[in-house]
């Protein structure tokens, strides 16, 4: 039995580099999709942990064989055009993923600029732009969510199973209209999102600002601006201190959201 080993090892070890083309047409579609989606992506992750991490999981792919038989052009032009076309692919699927969760981003502006805290916005070192406070507290709220409750690995998986819906190869993006409305279509949906996940503060601000306004009108001396900020960021701050319980219901609904536009997009891949 002990001499069968080398044996299944040189075995093992030859198929890998016979069908070593196969492995790294993997591993571009997943490392560009480790690009973008949340919690990986970003300059705060270093690169040699999200590439070994990378080629772990599209090993577990091509040891399956999920990617199936790939064919093409025998030269640089054909295999390079396979490469442009599953970086196309994981990006994509990344950058779907996260306009899902950059909804918290949204969110946090307005919570800001309602409760008087847009002055005081910081830099995001995972996506390099300057973010609002309330937002970059929910959003990394939303991240440990999706971190503790197993989102990220789910999302990793659905990648893992791509390549038998979307196969190397047959990856059509460019002129895939369908494809491309749907994407689009998402923004919307977002958009209307995000209005509904502030509308809490959003509108007791606005009541707010009516009594204001009528106190104005009763009382002229009264410097409004001096009165009415502490004012509004006080119940701003309540508001979002009594709706904390909550946020695990916006964090799935977000999540349902992205994992069902990642399967979607997934989908549509493919004529």
């Known amino acids: 039995m002990t001499t069968d080993i080398p044996e299944l090892a040189a ?10 083309d196969v492995l790294l047409l993997v591993m571009v579609r997943m490392l560009a999709f480790f690009m973008l989606v949340p919690v990986l992506a970003g ?3 270093p690169t040699m942990p999200r590439v070994m991490l990378a080629f772990a999981v599209s090993y577990m792919v091509f040891a399956t064989g999920v990617a199936g038989e790939i064919s093409y052009v025998p030269n640089v032009t054909g295999y390079f055009s396979l490469i442009l076309s599953e970086l196309l692919a994981g990006l994509l699927m990344g950058f779907i993923v ?8 949204f969110v946090g502006q307005i919570v800001d600029y309602q409760i008087g805290f847009m002055m005081a916005s910081l830099f995001d070192p995972i996506s390099q732009i300057q973010v609002p406070v309330v937002g970059n507290l929910l ?9 503790v409750s197993g ?3 789910s999302l990793i998986a659905a990648v893992m199973l791509s390549y038998g819906i ?8 460019l002129e895939n209209n369908v494809l491309m409305v749907y994407c689009l279509s998402l923004f919307s949906a977002y958009f209307l999102l995000g209005l509904q ?6 509108g007791s601000i606005l009541l707010v600002d009516v009594m204001l306004g009528i106190l104005v009108k009763a009382v002229p001396q009264m410097n409004i601006f001096v009165v009415g900020m502490p004012i509004k960021t006080f119940l701003g701050l309540s508001i979002m201190w009594f709706i904390t319980p909550v946020f695990a219901t916006y964090y799935y609904i977000i999540y349902e ?3 069902e536009a990642l399967m979607s997009v997934i989908g549509g891949l493919t004529p």
């Open 151 to 153: 989102g990220l690995s």
């Open 139 to 147: 959003f990394f709220t939303m991240m440990a969510l999706f971190v």
């Open 257 to 259: 959201h992205a994992a």
């Open 197 to 202: 996940f502030a509308l809490p503060i959003t």
């Open 98 to 105: 996260y306009i899902a969760f950059a909804v918290i981003y």
């Open 43 to 45: 300059a705060t992750i």
């Open 166 to 173: 979307a196969p190397i190869g047959e990856i059509f993006i």
């Open 11 to 20: 075995y093992a070890l030859v198929g890998f580099f016979n069908n070593f």
